[in-house]
């Protein structure tokens, strides 16, 4: 008869030496209905950290713009970077963060909804109608059995009759409005940039939020990085800005997706990457003052 201890659903055990060691597991991760005894339900939360492992994503909004900005990756060198933006419908476009997959599956969904309202109401769905039936979609995975939560987060923009919009949408199926917002990858670099500047975005043109946007977004960058137009994309809601003029828009200001060159105009107005690692210059000594030197 073995001595194995009894409670198996809490632990694994290992043989070794004539003795059982147990190794913890969590028991309240097995599925997405089961609550932790701290109201927790842990496979929404592994999803929420999908998102955190994704390539950044930035979005702003001013009073005639909304602005998408998105830190592509590449697999490898012979590889293609990634597609980070999608267009919705001409009023409506998404920033991603996750799982791609799971993005395209969504933003499929998503279009489907769109084209439904144009084919039943004879107009374009509002923006916050349309982000309240994805976060719907996605509830349902966090609660029925079975199923597991989406990967994947997005940075929703668009336009109605009572202007832009930037909302985000996460696995948990929740949805908020922003003034400004960034997900994924080092993230939170790119929030305390928006948070010390979001009260001028309300009147700033497309150059100044595109510039705003960029500044953001380079914060969430390794130090020995930086922005170029093979790893950056920019998605637009709004009228033609300056740097867009011989471009052909949609009226009202369609979404539009700009990379490669056409995002060079912006990139060569940001300032160098101050360097982290170089020395500071220090003041002038005054006279018969000591100079400490470091070794």
Same mark, same amino acid.
């Given at each position: 008869?073995?001595?194995?201890?009894?409670?198996?659903?809490?632990?694994?055990?290992?043989?070794?030496?004539?003795?059982?060691?147990?190794?913890?597991?969590?028991?309240?991760?097995?599925?997405?209905?089961?609550?932790?005894?701290?109201?927790?339900?842990?496979?929404? !939360?592994?999803?929420?950290?999908?998102?955190?492992?994704?390539?950044?994503?930035? $979005?702003?909004?001013? @009073?005639? #713009?909304?602005?998408?900005? =998105?830190? &592509? @990756?590449?697999?490898?060198?012979?590889?293609?970077?990634?597609?980070?933006?999608?267009?919705?419908?001409?009023?409506?476009?998404?920033? +991603?963060?996750?799982?791609?997959?799971? =993005?395209?599956?969504?933003?499929?969904?998503?279009?489907? %909804?769109?084209?439904?309202?144009?084919?039943?109401?004879?107009? /374009? *769905?509002?923006?916050?109608?349309?982000?309240?039936? *994805?976060?719907?979609?996605? %509830?349902?995975?966090? %609660?029925?059995?079975?199923?597991?939560?989406? $990967?994947?987060?997005?940075?929703?923009?668009? #336009?109605?009759?009572?202007?832009?919009?930037?909302?985000?949408?996460?696995?948990?199926?929740?949805?908020?409005?922003?003034?400004?917002?960034? +997900?994924?990858?080092?993230? %939170?670099?790119?929030?305390?940039?928006? !948070?010390? #500047?979001?009260?001028?975005?309300?009147?700033?043109?497309?150059?100044?939020?595109?510039?705003?946007?960029?500044? =953001?977004?380079? !914060?969430?960058?390794?130090?020995? &990085?930086?922005?170029?137009?093979?790893?950056?994309? +920019?998605?637009?809601?709004?009228?033609?800005?300056?740097?867009?003029?011989?471009?052909?828009?949609?009226?009202?200001?369609?979404?539009? *997706?700009?990379?490669?060159?056409?995002?060079?105009?912006?990139? /060569?107005?940001?300032?160098?990457?101050?360097?982290?690692?170089?020395?500071?210059?220090?003041?002038?000594?005054?006279?018969?003052?000591?100079? =400490?030197?470091? $070794?």
């Amino acid at each position: 008869m073995s001595d194995r201890p009894g409670d198996y659903s809490a632990h694994k055990w290992r043989y070794h030496g004539n003795q059982f060691y147990s190794i913890f597991r969590n028991t309240y991760d097995s599925d997405n209905t089961v609550f932790s005894p701290q109201g927790r339900l842990h496979q929404v !939360e592994y999803a929420l950290e999908a998102v955190k492992q994704g390539s950044a994503v930035v $979005g702003l909004r001013s @009073r005639t #713009h909304a602005v998408l900005l =998105a830190l &592509k @990756r590449s697999t490898g060198e012979l590889a293609s970077y990634q597609q980070k933006m999608f267009r919705i419908d001409d009023h409506v476009g998404i920033g +991603i963060a996750g799982l791609t997959s799971d =993005a395209r599956v969504l933003s499929n969904f998503m279009r489907q %909804q769109a084209m439904g309202s144009r084919m039943v109401f004879n107009r /374009a *769905i509002p923006v916050n109608r349309l982000v309240s039936a *994805i976060a719907d979609k996605a %509830q349902v995975n966090t %609660q029925e059995y079975g199923r597991r939560p989406y $990967g994947v987060g997005f940075l929703v923009i668009g #336009h109605d009759h009572t202007g832009p919009h930037l909302y985000e949408f996460s696995p948990s199926g929740t949805s908020y409005e922003y003034f400004a917002m960034s +997900i994924g990858a080092r993230s %939170q670099s790119a929030k305390t940039y928006l !948070e010390k #500047h979001f009260e001028e975005f309300d009147t700033c043109d497309l150059e100044q939020l595109i510039d705003h946007g960029l500044h =953001a977004l380079r !914060e969430t960058l390794q130090q020995d &990085k930086e922005l170029t137009n093979l790893n950056t994309s +920019i998605g637009v809601v709004g009228p033609r800005g300056d740097s867009e003029k011989g471009t052909k828009i949609k009226a009202g200001g369609a979404f539009r *997706i700009m990379q490669d060159e056409k995002i060079d105009v912006y990139l /060569a107005k940001l300032p160098p990457k101050e360097d982290a690692n170089a020395p500071a210059l220090a003041a002038a000594p005054a006279a018969g003052e000591d100079v =400490a030197m470091d $070794g």
